[in-house]
């Protein structure tokens, strides 16, 4: 069901544009359950195949322009579209995932045994700096004017490549879409270079796919 932000700062006009927001592959990290946040993990060679895998369906729509998070896990799924297509990739520190402070590094497991109060009010929407780090509003903050920004430069009908995590692109799609902040948990996460995509509607930008690209697979990754 696709959704519609009203919100006059991401309203569209009417020019057709994407925005595709594709998940990094997988990390040692994300089999661990290892909160990542903004360390710098590299991909495993799972996570290049998986890349390489969703490049080339990706190629087959004829991306405009891409940008990506700085952090070597984005920076290298982005590189195998950008050898498909010939795009140049930008990247930006405003993609990074969420910083967590303390809780970056913990398993799953040690931060709800840690930190248990803190993980539950997250999980209910209260706004909670996580290990002392972001907000995710805060993350919205820097990361959805940055995929404005990109998508404004497209042309009419053209399609922007933002390559993320799944915490900032799951934030991001809540911003552009105008929820409240206390809903943007329903989305769901994105599992490894999976990815959705936000079409320009007559009043903003709607939600087109969510978690697109492979038959269902777990999530595993900062924001489950």
Request: charged residues 25%.
């Amino acid at each position: 069901m696709a959704v519609t932000s009203f919100s006059e700062a991401s309203a569209g006009k009417g020019r057709g544009r994407r925005i595709i927001l594709w998940r990094h592959g997988q990390t040692s990290w994300n089999v661990e359950r290892r909160f990542q946040g903004s360390t710098d993990v590299e991909l495993t060679e799972t996570g290049v195949a998986q890349a390489r895998r969703a490049a080339r369906l990706l190629a087959s729509l004829r991306p405009d322009a891409m940008v990506a998070s700085d952090l070597r896990r984005a920076a290298a799924t982005a590189a195998e579209l950008a050898t498909l297509t010939g795009l140049d990739v930008t990247h930006d520190e405003g993609l990074r995932e969420t910083y967590a402070g303390v809780w970056q590094g913990l398993t799953h497991d040690e931060i709800i045994a840690r930190y248990g109060d803190e993980y539950a009010a997250w999980k209910r929407g209260e706004p909670v700096r996580r290990g002392g780090g972001e907000l995710e509003t805060e993350v919205a903050d820097r990361a959805a004017p940055v995929v404005l920004r990109h998508a404004e430069k497209l042309p009419d009908d053209g399609t922007l490549v933002v390559v993320s995590h799944g915490g900032t692109i799951r934030t991001t799609i809540g911003r552009l879409l105008g929820l409240d902040p206390h809903h943007w948990e329903s989305l769901g996460g994105l599992s490894n270079c999976c990815w959705s995509v936000l079409g320009e509607g007559a009043r903003g930008w709607r939600l087109l796919e969510h978690n697109a690209g492979t038959l269902p697979e777990p999530v595993l990754g900062d924001d489950d």
